[in-house]
């Protein structure tokens, strides 16, 4: 039976430049054709979600006619999975417990995580990775009760040795994978990262040069999608394709509707490359 494939795209698209109200946001979104948003924002910030706020977005999101996939977990320069302060690994904990219950609460399965800092194959990385293991066993019991995997995303050139040693520790339906396509581009490890195809639980689509993070539209960088496409279509991936495309001023001079236009029109070309 052939899949019938939908498109996503994250919540923050406008979050770095226009920044209209989350209302607004979420019907354009919709008005536009989608169905489906990856929730993104507030994943760089210490921003704590009140029972009130998750029933909130929660709201907003239904009146608008979308559903929620999965949801971004918190990743600041000091807040973060790998830390060695005490305190600063309690507060991720906090929030990252945080985010699996809105994720839950909002109908998605899993939520995105930043792992920990180190080159490939270093005693810094090794350390750093252990030390996260604390955080994955904090937050186990309430992922199991809610049903809510954690995707590690590949976010470095250590990628490959991070989700084994992750891989080799956890179940699945408790770690998984998020592939970002435009890391895999420009840390050129795209080719690593596929056998990972039986963890892939979210993914992170966007377009770049190949010399860095651009969060573009497809086929505005050097990005091959048909390769990209083919493979996803490989690992049995069931969830609708996200795409983490951001607007960005350097890149594209024009209006928040002229950029959604663009963005649109983009991830159709992308669509009908799964539906071939």
């Known amino acids: 039976m052939k899949k019938d494939y939908k498109a996503c795209?994250?919540?923050d698209m406008f979050n770095y430049h226009f920044n209209p109200p989350m209302d607004r946001r979420l019907k354009l979104f919709r008005e536009y054709g989608f169905e489906y948003i990856h929730w993104c924002d507030n994943w760089n910030d210490e921003v704590f979600y009140p029972d009130r706020d998750i029933g909130r977005y929660c709201r907003l999101i239904s009146e608008a006619g979308l559903k929620c996939i999965d949801v971004h977990g918190t990743a600041?320069?000091?807040i973060r999975i790998d830390t060695d302060n005490q305190s600063?690994?309690?507060?991720?904990?906090?929030?990252?417990?945080?985010?699996?219950?809105f994720c839950a609460a909002a109908g998605g399965d899993c939520v995105v995580i930043?792992?920990?800092?180190g080159e490939p194959a270093t005693v810094?990385?090794?350390?750093?990775?252990?030390?996260?293991?604390?955080?994955f066993e904090e937050v186990r019991p309430l992922c199991e009760e809610l049903g809510v995997t954690l995707a590690i995303e590949n976010c470095t050139k250590a990628a490959e040795e991070q989700l084994r040693f992750y891989f080799e520790r956890f179940p699945s339906n408790f770690v998984g994978f998020?592939?970002?396509c435009g890391h895999a581009h420009y840390q050129k490890n795209f080719d690593q990262l596929t056998a990972?195809?039986?963890?892939?639980?979210?993914?992170h689509l966007s377009d770049n040069k190949g010399e860095g993070d651009a969060h573009q539209p497809p086929f505005w960088g050097t990005v091959d999608w048909r390769i990209v496409v083919d493979w996803i279509k490989t690992t049995g991936y069931l969830k609708p394709i996200n795409f983490e495309v951001t607007h960005y001023p350097y890149f594209f001079n024009g209006t928040m509707i002229e950029f959604?236009?663009?963005a649109t029109e983009s991830i159709k070309k992308v669509m009908v490359l799964f539906e071939s």
């Open 9 to 11: 795209v994250t919540s």
């Open 114 to 117: 930043h792992p920990p800092s």
């Open 196 to 203: 990972f195809a039986n963890r892939l639980k979210a993914l």
């Open 260 to 262: 959604l236009n663009y």
């Open 76 to 78: 600041t320069h000091q």
């Open 124 to 135: 810094t990385l090794r350390e750093n990775l252990n030390r996260s293991l604390h955080v």
């Open 88 to 101: 600063l690994r309690k507060e991720y904990i906090k929030l990252l417990r945080n985010r699996i219950r």
């Open 178 to 180: 998020c592939f970002d």
